[in-house]
């Protein structure tokens, strides 16, 4: 079983789709073991996205992020990283396949709606960021 990290950025609330994201990856099989809303600080964002350092967009990144509340969730399930990335589908809505969230649903590359970790190493330590360990639950079925 593995857990990844996932945000749903402020266009997300904003345009009350948070619901309708959490149900899609409800729907792939994964389950909330974490969940919680907040207004990310710039501390933060740049601790999130600190390999994207130094790119055009970061500066643009950074101020999206911490424009309004967030949603951010660890979900738990098999093969979580990857199916929540698939899930997603990609970065550019434009590029993004139809049945995906960002597909579906996003506006812009700069609004896309979601934030998912790229690898189990890197969903560990983002939900750090995020989560104490008490805050992270197991399921009991
Ligand atoms: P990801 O969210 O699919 O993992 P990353 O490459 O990690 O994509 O980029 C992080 C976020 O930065 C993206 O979700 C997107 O909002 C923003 N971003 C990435 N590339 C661009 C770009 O070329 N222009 C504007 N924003 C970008
Ligand atoms: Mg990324």
């Known amino acids: 079983m593995q857990r990844t990290l996932v945000l749903l950025k402020p266009d997300a609330l904003q345009r009350g789709l948070a619901g309708e994201i959490i149900s899609r990856l409800e729907g792939r099989g994964l389950k ?3 969940m919680k ?3 990310m600080d710039e501390e933060l964002a740049k601790r999130l996205y600190e390999i ?3 790119k ?6 950074i101020e999206q992020i911490t424009s309004s509340p967030i949603i951010a969730a660890v979900f738990e399930g098999e093969n979580a990283v990857e199916l929540v990335r698939g899930t997603m589908g990609e ?3 434009a590029l993004a396949m139809p049945g995906t ?3 579906d649903l996003a506006l812009d590359i700069g609004r896309n709606l979601i934030h998912g970790a790229d690898s189990e190493e890197i ?3 983002e939900s750090e960021l995020f989560f104490s360990a008490k805050e992270i639950f197991r399921l009991h079925p």
Request: net charge positive; charged share 20%.
């Open 91 to 93: 970065t550019d809505p």
């Open 32 to 34: 909330i073991v974490a």
């Open 56 to 61: 055009s967009f970061f500066q643009g990144l």
């Open 123 to 125: 969903a560990e330590k």
């Open 37 to 39: 809303m907040m207004q």
């Open 52 to 54: 994207h350092k130094g």
């Open 101 to 103: 969230i960002r597909g």
